[in-house]
């Protein structure tokens, strides 16, 4: 338990940012193993420009480091030109 009040508000907006950063992270992994599952080209090119975009904004939110969104980014694409070849 907090001893001060500026501990007890720090828990409270700690705990809200623990959750809001799990919704966002998990949406994030859905839409990865919803691209990696695709076998159409040209929707998975679509799905790739959402998802980078959506890395991005993670990144920027500081949610994921932009070396991981950057290795996530290269991953996507290197599996989305297997599926135009």
């Known amino acids: ?3 001060h009040k500026s501990a007890a508000k720090r828990a409270r907006q700690t ?3 623990r959750a809001r950063n ?5 949406k994030m ?3 990865m193993k919803k691209l990696r599952a695709s076998e159409d080209s040209g929707e998975a090119r679509t799905m790739l ?3 980078k975009a959506m890395l991005d904004r993670l990144t920027a ?4 480091h932009q070396n ?5 980014k290269s991953q996507l694409d290197k599996h989305v030109n297997t599926l135009s070849a």
């Open 1 to 3: 338990m907090p001893q």
């Open 15 to 17: 705990e809200s940012r």
């Open 22 to 26: 799990r919704v966002h992270r998990s």
């Open 29 to 31: 992994r859905t839409m």
């Open 49 to 51: 420009n959402d998802m």
């Open 61 to 64: 939110k500081g949610i994921i």
């Open 68 to 72: 991981k969104a950057a290795n996530y």
